[in-house]
Each structure stands twice: as structure tokens, then as C-alpha cells.
């Protein structure tokens, strides 16, 4: 069945440490995306990639970075300057360029700070 | 563990009930709308979208009806069942080449047996 992998299901970061979340999709979509997700809140655009190589920033990237350097695959790292870390974090992809289409998210990662 | 409907909006409901969520989108002009369904330490599933030249689309036991004029979305979930509780959230997709939606909150639904 095609979809998206999310892993770990649960990470725990010690102070100073970096992080790596892992994404994978077999759906043979374009463009991928992180969302950070607080409780209450709407979904946080972190970073996107529409094309392999290619990303940008979303709307609360700083303390994050990513790297596209295969079609399937879009980790996320979650870097020591990334004060408040605590969030469930979602994955997505969706196709691009046949109209608006929905994006198809994994089942997260939660990650807690030690 | 933590719940993502903590402090949303809940709509509780008896099993068999028909439900409707609401959902009021910012942008006048965007053209595509999207309904997801969330469970608990999951991700959202899709589950029905429409597009800004129709009012009403119909799927499986969904009817996702949109108003234009007062920017307003809503999901009907008719004959509603225990595995229907979820966080329900909306989202949106403006006009012209943007293809990055905006997320509405959400409603936490409650279906009681």
C-alpha cells in the first residue's frame, strides 16, 4: 500500500542535542511537508520542498532544517536553537501541478524534551 | 498521551445523530477546501474536499456543503458512529499558484454509544 512513514513514533531530546525525524513516502508525490502541531492549535507550516534539492522555508522554521536529496525522502532535524521542541510533528506530501489536490499526511512523530 | 482537541471547540452527540461541523475560512479568495479527520496520536486522513464552483459535494455517509458569500464551510457526518470521534479540521487553499493550505483549529467530536 502506498503512504507516508513517519520515524520514530516517539523521540526524546536531551538539552543541546539534535534530532533527526525521519519521512518517507512511496505515494510518487512532488512536494513534501513539515508541520509542527501544538495541542489546540491549527497545523504550522516548518518547511516544504516541491522539487528534489529545492525547499523553503514555512511560516516557523528557525531551530529547523531539512534536506530533499531524493524524491521519497524529506527528514527534518530538529536543531539545539529550537528552544521549545515539545510538539507532535506531521509529515505530508501531495502531488503538484494537476490542480489543487489534498495532502496525505503520516501518523507523526511526538517529540519530548528529557 | 496528549490530545490534540485539548481546548477546541466540542460538538458531543449520541450514536445515530447526524452531525455538522463548521468551519469559517479567511480568505475570499480561496478555491479549494479540504476536510480532515484526525484521531487521537494519529495524522489527519482526508476525507472529502470541494472547490469553490460547487456548494455541495457528497461522499460515504459525508456532505460537505460551502457558502462563498459569508465564507463558511461545513461537514455533515450523517448517522454518526463511536468511530466517528475525532478532531475535524478544515483547510483551505487560495486562489492562483499557491498550493500550501492554511489549517483551521478544529473541533473535537464526541460520539457517545
Known amino acids: 500500500d502506498g503512504g507516508i512513514t513517519q520515524s520514530p513514533k516517539y523521540l526524546f531530546r536531551k538539552e543541546g542535542q539534535n534530532v533527526t525525524l525521519s519521512c518517507e513516502q512511496n505515494l510518487n508525490h512532488d512536494a513534501m511537508y513539515w508541520y509542527r502541531q501544538d495541542p489546540g492549535q491549527g497545523l504550522r507550516l516548518i518547511y516544504y520542498?516541491?522539487?528534489?534539492?529545492?525547499?523553503q522555508k514555512g511560516d516557523i522554521a528557525e531551530g529547523y532544517s531539512v534536506s530533499r536529496e531524493k524524491k521519497e525522502s524529506f527528514p527534518l532535524t530538529v536543531t539545539s536553537a529550537q528552544k521549545n521542541p515539545t510538539a507532535f510533528y506531521l509529515c505530508?506530501?501531495?502531488?503538484?501541478?494537476?490542480?489543487?489536490?489534498?495532502?496525505?499526511f503520516g501518523d507523526g512523530t511526538r517529540l519530548s524534551i528529557l | 498521551g496528549e490530545s490534540v482537541g485539548l481546548h477546541l471547540p466540542t460538538l458531543s452527540v449520541q450514536e445515530g445523530d447526524n452531525s455538522i461541523i463548521n468551519c469559517a475560512y479567511s480568505n475570499s479568495a480561496s478555491d479549494y477546501f479540504i476536510w480532515y479527520k484526525q484521531e487521537s496520536g494519529k495524522g489527519p486522513q482526508f476525507i472529502i474536499d470541494?472547490?469553490?464552483?460547487?456548494d455541495k459535494r457528497q461522499g460515504q455517509r459525508v456532505t460537505v456543503l460551502l457558502n462563498k458569500t459569508v465564507k463558511h464551510l461545513s461537514l455533515q457526518i450523517a448517522a454518526t458512529q463511536p468511530g466517528d470521534s475525532a478532531v475535524y479540521f478544515c483547510a483551505e487553499i487560495g486562489a492562483g499558484g499557491s498550493y500550501i493550505p492554511t489549517f483551521g483549529r478544529g473541533t473535537s467530536l464526541i460520539v457517545h454509544p
Open positions: 505530508a506530501s501531495s502531488i503538484v501541478g494537476q490542480g489543487r489536490q489534498p495532502q496525505h
Open positions: 520542498s516541491q522539487i528534489v534539492n529545492d525547499f
Open positions: 470541494i472547490r469553490s464552483n460547487m
